[in-house]
């Protein structure tokens, strides 16, 4: 069975922490994509990564960072140095034959 | 600007009272979505289009309809809303299917009493 789980419902973090949201993904598809989003406290959901099952290569923009490890079937997002514009909630989902979103992450990063 | 747009941002109705939430793309997508947000319960997928009068059901279809007349644009209809679709509504737009990245609209904030 396909399924996201985001173990981590809320977390706090004091700004300059760094601060890592874990994604387990459960899927028996050898082809599939990985995504993560954000959504700010406006409300819209904002594109982050998109990761194929091909490519466990980490990637990094800027404070993102992004490690997928097909071994333990896990696409963990990391902010580094944390801002209070990091606040949200982060959603982590995975596509193979439909696409199945985990149930958030909301991190609040305080001043 | 590339940009999926919704219509109305915020709508309270009356149990009963039909509406339609609009979803236009401006960037030639194929794949279209809507869903529902709710506390405790993430995004849930309501009905998709994979392209112009290609629609299929989601996760939670009950008590909607949508329609794929024109590729730019997904209508939500509720032909008769009851209090538990009291909701935060999105649109998505993705070039093709689940495996490409979604564009979502600003979101529509509906109240049914």
């Known amino acids: 069975a396909q399924k996201v789980t985001q173990a981590q419902t809320e977390i706090s973090v004091v700004e300059k922490e760094d601060v890592t949201l874990d994604c387990v993904y459960e899927t028996r598809d050898t082809t599939y994509y990985l995504f993560w989003y954000k959504q700010p406290p406006s409300g819209e959901l904002v594109f982050l990564i998109r990761r194929n099952s091909f490519d466990e290569q980490n990637e990094i923009s800027g404070r993102y960072s992004w490690n997928f490890q097909k071994s333990t079937s896990s696409f963990n997002f990391t902010i580094t140095a944390s801002q209070v514009v990091d606040s949200a909630v982060y959603f982590c989902a995975l596509s193979d034959r439909k696409l199945i979103w985990g149930l958030g992450t909301s991190l609040a990063v305080n001043p | 600007e590339a940009q999926v747009t919704q219509n109305p941002r915020y709508l309270i109705t009356v149990t009963g009272k039909k509406l339609t939430v609009t979803c236009s793309q401006n960037?030639?997508?194929?794949?279209m979505s809507w869903y529902r947000q709710d506390p405790g319960l993430g995004l849930r997928q309501i009905y998709y289009s994979m392209n112009v009068e290609v629609t299929d059901k989601g996760d939670v279809p009950e008590g909607y309809k949508v329609s794929r007349k024109e590729k730019r644009n997904f209508p939500l209809i509720l032909e008769s809303p009851s209090p538990n679709q009291t909701s935060l509504y999105f649109c998505?737009?993705?070039?093709?299917?689940?495996?490409?990245?979604?564009?979502f609209g600003p979101g529509t904030r509906l109240t049914v009493t």
């Open positions: 998505a737009s993705s070039p093709r299917q689940v495996s490409y990245e979604q564009y």
């Open positions: 960037m030639n997508h194929e794949y």
